[in-house]
Antibody, heavy 121, light 106 residues
């Protein structure tokens, strides 16, 4: 059974850094592009970043470009999101979400349960 | 950037009602549209992809239609478990979600 489990969230001060992880199981992780999507409290969904199955292609939303870095370790079935220079507007639940097999530009067929990041002094 | 606009923002309907949610794209996205359902505190769940293809296990009362810039999600007979927020998403050029439609059961 496909599963994505996020971790690493917490409370962090503005300007600081945080690293999120997304552990995958139940499917061949190295065959799928994986995304990060966030949801601010009481708000809608915002796509954040995507990384191709082999790590060769990465794309970011303008709101995080230059501050966030997406990476993956296929040997550990894990996706990461390094978040630097955090701002209050980055406060959100962060979900990892899987793209359709064989596609980077795709809908998201499986989602994790999310991890909450709170940026506050 | 492609903007997605959903209507209505909230709807309240009775069990058994036919419910329709509309999603409009700021430019043509062909059929590169998905619909998701989200319940409080839970991750979104894929319902429909490529505008009208039902994901595995999704009840047949859900259907999607449209192409270009206008799309609809229809629930043919609303059930108590269908409450939640519904989002459309375009994946033609990067990704963008609509603002969501909250479905309440009367």
């Amino acid at each position: 059974q496909e599963q994505l489990v996020e971790s690493g969230g917490g409370v962090v001060q503005p300007g600081k850094s945080l690293r999120l992880s997304c552990a995958a199981s139940g499917f061949t992780f190295s065959s799928f592009a994986i995304n990060w999507v966030r949801q601010a409290p009481g708000k809608g969904l915002e796509w954040v970043a995507v990384l191709s199955y082999d790590g060769s292609n990465e794309y970011y939303a303008d709101s995080v470009k230059g501050r966030f870095t997406i990476s993956r370790d296929n040997s550990r079935n894990t996706l990461f999101l390094q978040m630097n220079s955090l701002r209050s507007e980055d406060t959100a639940v962060y979900y990892c979400a899987r793209s359709e097999l064989g596609s980077l530009l795709s809908y998201f067929d499986y989602w994790g349960r999310g991890t909450l990041v709170t940026v506050s002094s | 950037d492609i903007q997605m606009t959903q209507s209505p923002s909230t709807l309240s309907a009775s069990v058994g009602d036919r419910v329709t949610i509309t999603c409009r794209a700021s430019q043509s996205i062909s059929s590169w549209l998905a619909w998701y359902q989200q319940k409080p505190g839970i991750a979104p769940k894929l319902l429909i992809y490529k505008a009208s293809s039902l994901d595995i296990g999704v009840p047949s009362r859900f259907s999607g239609s449209g192409s270009g810039t206008e799309f609809t999600l229809t629930i043919s007979s609303l059930q108590p478990d269908d409450f939640g927020i519904y989002y459309c998403q375009q994946y033609k050029t990067y990704w963008a979600f609509g603002q969501g439609t909250k479905v309440e059961i009367k």
